[in-house]
């Protein structure tokens, strides 16, 4: 269908029926997608029980002047994802082509964990882990060193290519397990449109070449040439959905079909299944530590016809919905279409982590007029669940530290802040009558009751940046569950607008009387009573069990640091056979690892697991279920870029006083070293037993050589 053929009014899900459209957008979020994914599971039961209940009283002929809860319609046309968030939607919608099936899973420390799609559930929870006890596959493996192959990969003959510092292998069979078995006739949801456009962001490794003119018409002019590496996947998903929408903005734009009702072949992937589920996992390529992915089949006018969030782009009609910026490829490349202009992608949050535009534009009733933020006439709203919303690190000491290495240490987190700086969405964000931006974000109570306190860490895998939750199952659980929690609560009190709104005085003018369940709090200030737009009922209307916070054992941490340990040597050798050709050269490379670099590699893996884990409260032992103070204390004795640790040292890093240091330190002697200061006079040094240097370290003349060879221990 092109731009022309869909009318003003085209996004009706039923003629006549009062309709909210939804766009959902997720976050990167590495293993913390497993909270994404419990999000979006809940959401999804939410409207297929507000769907069966209004086709129940359809069925027994209930006027609708009689029914108990509201009839307007909600359509979701619409979902884009970066990293974790990507994979998702991605897998998400793959999950819904399954008949709705409730699971029930028990873990001995988090408790009951509920999931409607268990094929999301299995991608997220169950599948990706570091350590496999059972001997499959796993993140740390070697299965990609072995020459385990995935249907992109160079000849088998050939030696295996060093990707990645994990064995990305696992997330293909992710991947695979998720296309296995779909059912050629899936089902249709009344929520999903006929057609839901699906929107993956990739970092473009080659970067897409543009030139702005200062020629003011003079075609003789120079222009100034710039590379754009925000790049993006558009596929429309269809078979699932029963409600009809025409984008204006996301028709036009080109994008590959998926067909559920053509479902693929695991042991060979058609071509445009291949394009899918490349795209879903180079969006989630962490760069470095998973492998990135080539994008195939990209054609030049991918970009020549690409649309573009940008409102200051003039269509090229009047009046027309054509928002293209064109490329300018080299001269030596043909621009004729069908050219191809394939590349290779990172993680596509690098640069756009939240692509929360792509959502509100696809959801433009005539782009680029935004759309209605006032509550009485709003009609459709962007939904985004970030796993992650965190402050960016600011520091806080105001230091002026202009060393070489502070430079360069700090340049590519610049880059990424000021990459997802968003001003228009921050001034959006100020406006409290807004009410087409929603967000999700983990919160986590210290009890069972709506006032109780707030806890510092609300998710289980936020420990190493995100990788954490890949330490244990029951990190995954727990985020899964939370996120089946969290959603429960902003549908219930968040996700609610008064009755003069366009879409719910209709939806609730018949029922009002008798809905008072579907009542969410008033606005601070008001004493106007919302309504929810997507009633809780049946399954939905029952809060979801709140997970009980998950630990770990010593032993699961010495497991993973075996397995760290074992896929750091097998990428060392990688390393050496490939990019080293002197065998001498390789022989004292070799013998430098036996020395340092194998122990270097124990100690990072350790230490940083702990530290994360102390800190969190989410290892079993003498800290466990302490108070913040104590942890605190705890996990800077475990921090890996120091040796030993000062009283002072540890209160700049905590906030603590020293006085607050020094007390858990006495408390907790038994299981702290106290070593002897580097001079006369200064203070006594800290760190756990078992960091202890060992006995024959100690030994002064063995001590002098230490210390010559590797430098002297660091103290804060």
Known sequence: MSANQTSTKSSQAKMGTPTFYIGLTMAGAISAGAYSAGAFDFLMEALDAWEAEKKRLRDANVPESQWAVPCHEVVIPVMSGASAGGITGALGLIALADTPAAEQHQYTQVGTVTTRLPRLYKAWVQMPKFVDAAGGPDLLGTGDLKGQQEVEDQDPNQEPQLLSLLDSTILWQVVKSSFANLPSNPTQRVYLADTIHLFLTHTNLRGVPFEIGFGAGNANQPGYPMLSHADRRHFTVTSIGLAQFASKWAMPDPALNIDLTIPPNVTHLSDVWKDFAFAALGTSAFPVGLRARIIRDVVIEDYSERQWTLGSLKPSVPGGTLF????????????????????????????????????????????????????????????????????????????????????????????????????????????????????????????????????????????????????????????????????????????????????????????TARVSAFQAPPPEGSKVPDYQIIPLVGSAAQMPQPPMWPRVARSDVDAFVERARGRAKAVFEALLRQKIRSRTVRLLLRMGWTLWGSGAVDDAAQWSMLHGLLLRDQIDGPTAGKSSDDRMVIAALANASFDFRT??????????????????????????????????????????????????????????????????PVID
Request: charge should be neutral; include cysteine.
């Open 324 to 511: 293209r910026l064109p490329a300018r490829f080299p001269p030596s490349l043909p621009t004729m279409k069908g050219t191809r202009v394939d590349y290779v992608t990172t993680d596509g949050g690098v640069i756009n982590n939240e692509p929360f535009e792509l959502a509100r534009w696809t959801l433009m009733d005539n782009p680029p007029d935004g759309n209605p933020r006032d509550i009485k006439d709003c009609d459709r709203a962007v939904i985004m669940i970030d796993p992650f919303p965190e402050r960016p690190d600011f520091d806080e000491s105001l230091s002026l530290d202009n060393g070489l290495a502070a430079v360069i240490g700090r340049l590519i987190p610049i880059l990424k802040d000021q990459a997802r700086f968003k001003p228009d969405d921050l001034v959006a964000a100020l406006d409290e009558s807004i009410l087409s931006r929603f967000l999700i974000a983990p919160r986590r109570r210290s009890g069972p009751q709506q006032n109780a306190p707030l806890e510092p860490f609300a998710i289980a895998c936020g420990l190493l940046g995100g990788f954490g939750g890949f330490l244990s199952e029951e990190f995954r659980a727990h985020d899964y569950q939370l996120g089946r929690l969290n959603a429960h609560f902003f549908l219930r009190n968040s996700f609610a607008a008064p009755l003069n709104n366009q879409i719910l005085s209709q939806g609730y003018a018949a029922a």
């Open 647 to 712: 009283t002072l040292g540890i209160a700049r890093e905590t906030g603590l006083s020293e006085a607050v240091v020094s007390r858990a330190l006495k408390n907790y002697a038994s299981i702290i070293y106290q070593g002897s200061p580097p001079k006369s006079g200064a203070g006594p040094i800290y760190t756990l037993q078992e960091r202890r240097p060992s006995w024959y370290r100690r030994i002064p003349i063995i001590k002098d050589l230490n210390a010559w060879f590797a430098g002297d």
